[in-house]
């Protein structure tokens, strides 16, 4: 019974034509269309922040930092007995205090060392992407700086999110 049915599904059926096969490259190459490599690379790295090793360096510090600060909690959730609410308030108080004085104190110097320890240039250099000394508020708003300085912020921003 089942084959009589499967035979009146299949024969009002009717199949689309095969494709005709395409042509195989003999080299396995793609064709490109012209394009203008030299510019297009000028601009990949004009745009990009991972032209430079320091930048990749203090990216590296940065996502350090931020992953240790991440395991902190600012909170005290391992609480293993009862205890009174007074106790609790200064236990939850000192976990808060812990983490502000290390998120104030130790993380925020660290990063700033690190940005500083690789972006600074000596005098002699010759102009930088990454001048922390720039004067001029419309390199800094032309500059990679700003956009590395705002790629900081928003991971800092994040962490602090992760971790209240």
């Given at each position: 019974m089942n084959d009589k049915n499967s035979e009146l599904i299949t024969s009002s059926l009717t199949l689309p034509p095969?494709?005709?096969?395409?042509?195989?490259?003999?080299?396995?190459?793609?064709?490109?269309?012209?394009?203008?490599?030299?510019?297009?690379?000028?601009?990949?790295?004009?745009?990009?922040?991972l032209s430079k090793d320091e930048v990749i360096k203090v990216q590296q510090v940065i996502r350090k930092e931020c992953n240790d600060a991440n395991l902190r909690n600012i909170y005290n959730i391992n609480i293993t007995h009862t205890m009174s609410v007074r106790d609790f308030e200064g236990s939850q108080n000192g976990s808060i205090t812990s983490t502000t004085n290390y998120l104030k104190n130790q993380w925020g110097e660290t990063i700033k060392k690190a940005?500083?320890?690789?972006?600074?240039?000596?005098?002699?250099?010759?102009?930088?992407?990454?001048?922390?000394?720039?004067?001029?508020?419309?390199?800094?708003?032309?500059?990679?700086?700003?956009?590395?300085?705002?790629?900081?912020?928003?991971?800092?921003?994040?962490?602090?999110?992760?971790?209240?």
């Open positions: 095969k494709s005709a096969p395409k042509e195989k490259p003999y080299f396995g190459l793609i064709n490109i269309p012209p394009h203008n490599f030299p510019e297009q690379f000028s601009q990949f790295c004009f745009n990009t922040l940005i500083i320890e690789n972006f600074t240039q000596p005098p002699t250099a010759p102009k930088a992407w990454f001048n922390l000394n720039e004067t001029s508020k419309e390199a800094y708003e032309n500059g990679k700086l700003k956009k590395f300085l705002t790629q900081v912020k928003m991971t800092m921003q994040d962490t602090l999110l992760a971790i209240t």
